[in-house]
């Protein structure tokens, strides 16, 4: 298992989210979520810094892919009208947080805290790959059977990429 985001990237993310604000084309609203996840999220690293080790850790670490989220919503904010598509993003952050939350408590066997890892990572990548389909279709302007087999081939290897993170997750508990 990978260690969390390590507190030092805290003005990483925070300069990440600068820029999107800056060169995107969100509305307020949503880089204003935008903007109070992204502390949230720095606010629960420092936290998280300060807590005992020997705490149970989750099947798998997502805050490691905070910075990635940020890049997803960086190539969604570039878009003429993000619309939806930043709204969906709002989804990622704070669903990364519970999950390491509840992934890291005690009370919780390990099968349901393998299957709590394993729904939420289906979640949280479903949306990624839908956000990313929904990107290049919006971006190229893309329609009629050509939107049909992009959604198509996108949907398909989302399915694939996320069965087999899934049974990746399932390996990793019986180690």
Not at 51 to 56: F, G, I, K, S
Not at 113 to 135: K, T
Request: charged content about 15%; hydrophobic content about 60%; some cysteine.
């Amino acid at each position: 298992m990978t260690t969390s985001l390590p507190v030092w990237s805290i003005p990483f993310l925070l300069v990440l989210v600068a820029i999107i604000g800056f060169v995107g084309q969100l509305s307020p609203a949503a880089l204003a979520v935008a903007v109070g996840e992204t502390v949230l999220v720095c606010l629960y690293l420092l936290y998280k810094s300060r807590r005992p080790v020997e705490l149970p850790r989750p099947v798998s670490n997502l805050m490691s892919l905070v910075p990635g989220h940020l890049l997803v919503l960086l190539i969604v904010a570039l878009l003429e009208t993000p619309g939806l598509l930043a709204w969906l993003w709002t989804i990622l952050l704070p669903v990364t947080i519970l999950y390491d939350i509840v992934g890291c408590s005690a009370r919780i066997r390990p099968k349901v805290r393998l299957s709590i890892s394993s729904i939420l990572y289906g979640i949280l990548w479903a949306d990624l790959f839908f956000l990313l389909e929904r990107a290049i279709v919006l971006h190229r302007r893309i329609e009629g059977n050509q939107e049909i087999m992009i959604v198509a081939a996108v949907g398909l290897v989302g399915a694939l990429f996320v069965s087999l993170g899934v049974y990746r997750h399932w390996i990793a508990a019986k180690e």
